[in-house]
């Protein structure tokens, strides 16, 4: 198994926007495509305008044509347009659990 993390940091004053425009069209089509979210997250102290997401995948292949698949759908570049400029930066790291790790 790996893990995509990913934190965002969301344009000032646009984080409740891009949760819910996310929640409403976004999370429809990664769920369809990706399907194994393990968890999605605000920052509440600290970096304040961050949001973390993370995915699991059985192998970079299996990640490789989950996203693709996502990204061919239709409501995946809808939810891209409505969201465009909110998103500021975005840092990824690809994660590989421990031997002793809960989540394997």
Wanted: net charge positive.
């Amino acid at each position: 198994m790996i893990i995509d993390h990913r934190t965002y940091t969301v344009a000032h004053g646009c984080k409740s926007d891009f949760l819910s425009k996310f929640e409403k069209f976004g999370l429809p089509v990664q769920m369809r495509h990706l399907d194994n979210m393990i968890g999605y997250f605000t920052t509440v102290v600290g970096s304040v305008n961050d949001l973390v997401h993370m995915w699991g995948y059985e192998d970079f292949a299996d990640m490789e044509g989950r996203r693709s698949a996502r990204n061919a759908d239709p409501g995946w570049g809808e939810f891209r347009r409505m969201t465009k400029g909110m998103l500021v930066k975005q840092e990824t790291k690809i994660l590989k659990p421990t031997s002793f790790s809960t989540l394997r």
